[in-house]
């Protein structure tokens, strides 16, 4: 299929109001598999179904991989807390990755240090079987639940919810109408998750490993006191190009 295809979906993309319509529309045709196909594919999307979801894939870091009707949708945004955290996983070194999803954090770990044992631990039974389509190792429980507390890893990553439940009403109609909730909602600060992977993380990581998370808006300053109390010294918050809170990156001492 070719440009009228090309041109007819990115006039209907935009008309749904996509953001993105010339590069949801160019996914779209060069992956449909005939014109019945694409047609299904922009109705589904004209009614908000993720881009990701309509088409089975995502990209992230550069990687193609599977996403399964249902899972949360991995944010580009995210794919900086997976370059910091390959840089901090050393070669044989091990790497669980918390609230997985679709194993998008742990897949690009365990690409840039193969030699890495990198696990990923979901509490939804269907996100972790996208996660093992994705080569990654995951376990369906309740956060670090199943793993040992032996202090032998070096880097733990979460994207736990971290949205503050009076804030979800806030987000996208697209997100609210499609998007699993238990992915999204942190509690009344957004909070309830990521504290409990401070916590869990403080008593799994080695001496001078890293944890990694994703956070939002001003998340970095509630988090001192949980974050010291689990073992974490030095703490680094990093932001996105429009200065808007991405994660932190802390440092258990030694």
Known sequence: MGGPSLARAVERLVAAGCVAAEEEAAAFVAAARDEATLDAWLSRREQGEPPGWITGTFVFC???????????????????????????????????????????????????????????????????????????????ADLAAPVRRERRFDVVTAVAPYVPTPDLQLLPADVQRYEPRVALDGGDDGLDHVRRVVAAAGQLLRPGGWLLIEVGGDQDRALTEPLAAAGFGVVTPWWDEDDDLRGIAAQTTG
């Open 62 to 140: 550069d990687r193609v991989l599977q996403l399964t009707p249902g899972v949360y949708v991995p944010r580009y945004q995210t794919e900086e807390l997976a370059r910091r955290a390959a840089a901090q996983l050393p070669p044989g070194g091990w790497a669980l990755d918390l609230c997985t999803g679709a194993g998008a954090v742990a897949a690009h770990l365990a690409a840039q240090v193969p030699t890495a044992t990198v696990i990923g631990v979901d509490i939804d039974p269907v996100a972790a079987a996208c996660a093992r389509g994705n080569g990654v190792p995951a376990v369906v």
